[in-house]
């Protein structure tokens, strides 16, 4: 595996599945890991295991669909590790299965919020050191949800 030594990993959505997979391997490659969701507990085992590896890693609490939250992290990236070389905009939540004309507004807006918008905030508050730095790589992950409807569930 190549070594990420030296470099600083941002993974939001690091507490489970794929997120979490993420932040380990960044871990075990070397590189010091920032993993971030919304429950404390899942996401200091995350960092715990990222730490076996003999890397640096911090847990920060935080909601992608809430702006201080995301503003919060993006300073605590740059006060621990002096910023973020690469950025894994991973958190997403699902929305029930349900069809469109019975689809809450409210659900509608908070799924974008932390899908589409977290995303796009996060990137915007770090862009900017890996442009300072001459460095850095943005990975943003999907679904196939957004190419594939589910009319009727």
């Known amino acids: 595996m190549t070594t990420l030594s030296g470099k600083t990993a941002l993974v939001t959505g690091a507490s489970k599945g794929i997120g979490r997979a993420i932040a380990l391997a960044f871990g075990e ?3 010091n890991v920032i993993a971030t969701a919304r ?5 200091e085992d995350v960092a715990n295991s990222v730490r076996g590896f003999g890397s640096k890693a911090l847990a920060v609490v935080a909601d992608m669909g ?3 939250d995301i503003e919060n992290l993006a300073r605590a990236a740059e006060h621990e590790f002096g910023g973020v070389d690469i950025l ?3 958190a997403a939540i699902i929305h029930p299965r349900i069809p469109v004309t019975e689809f809450d507004p409210e659900l509608w807006r908070n799924v974008l919020n932390v ?9 915007r508050a770090i ?8 460095y850095g790589k943005v990975i943003n992950i ?3 949800g957004g190419r594939k409807g ?4």
């Open 29 to 31: 490659a070397g590189a």
């Open 39 to 43: 429950t404390a507990s899942e996401i």
């Open 66 to 68: 809430v702006e201080a």
């Open 88 to 90: 894994v905009n991973n």
């Open 115 to 123: 899908n589409l918008t977290g995303a796009f905030l996060l990137t």
């Open 127 to 134: 862009l900017p050191g890996m442009i300072d730095r001459g």
């Open 142 to 144: 999907s679904s196939i």
């Open 150 to 153: 589910a009319y009727g569930r």
